[in-house]
């Protein structure tokens, strides 16, 4: 087994690694732990993102090789795999993923009928909620516009909405897209480490 391997430690910014997953570079591989996170989980760490509360690592492995998981509607394989290299998420693949579910749109987002499903937060009490409210009112912010430029102003500029709502928009907007996010970058190894790394993880969320 090959031993030796690079650890690149970095800051991606959250708007950033979204970007990368929406294109396909960051994605989800064949050992990437299928847990998901509850909807308490995800109101936890969309609430943390918010607050600009840190979170753990998240371990990628960078690599031109194909190690593509199952193609399930999962929010780290929408987008198919571009040539070259991509990051496959190694651990932290549920935080990822829950980020990706509330902060990118999603191929069934379209669907009136499942806008429930999306996540949300209240701009007058900065409450997150991973489902829509019984009790919503217009100013909620759908978290899938905060990092689409042209979808937040659409919602920012609406004259229906209400000045104190748009200014926390855009401070919510902001704290999102600036949110940082660590990174550790498994360089010039093979899958015989990564398999070790991924066994040897306690904290697979």
Not at 125 to 134: F, G, L, N, Q, Y
Not at 170 to 185: G, K, L, P, S, T
Request: net charge negative; with cysteine; charged share 30%.
């Amino acid at each position: 087994m090959q031993t030796t391997h690079e650890l690149l430690q970095h800051v991606m910014m959250l708007g950033d690694l979204m970007a990368r997953i929406a294109s396909g570079r960051v994605r989800a591989g064949r050992f990437t732990w299928p847990e998901r996170m509850t909807d308490a989980e995800t109101t936890a760490v969309l609430q943390s993102v918010r607050l600009g509360f840190p979170m753990g690592a998240l371990t990628l492995w960078s690599t031109t090789e194909d190690h593509e998981g199952p193609r399930d509607r999962d929010a780290l394989s929408n987008a198919p795999r571009p040539d070259g290299l991509v990051m496959y998420v190694v651990d932290g693949g549920a935080r990822a993923h829950a980020l990706a579910r509330a902060l990118l749109p999603q191929p069934d987002d379209e669907d009136d009928g499942r806008r429930n499903r999306r996540a949300y937060i209240d701009p007058k009490t900065d409450i997150v909620s991973v489902r829509r409210p019984a009790d919503a009112h217009d100013d909620l912010l759908p978290l899938d516009r905060v990092l689409d430029t042209a979808r937040y102003l659409t919602w920012a500029m609406n004259p229906d909405r209400g000045a104190a709502a748009a200014e926390s928009g855009d401070r919510i907007a902001a704290a999102f897209r600036d949110y940082q996010v660590m990174m550790a970058e498994m360089t010039n190894c093979d899958r015989a480490i990564i398999d070790v790394i991924r066994e040897r993880t306690i904290l697979r969320a």
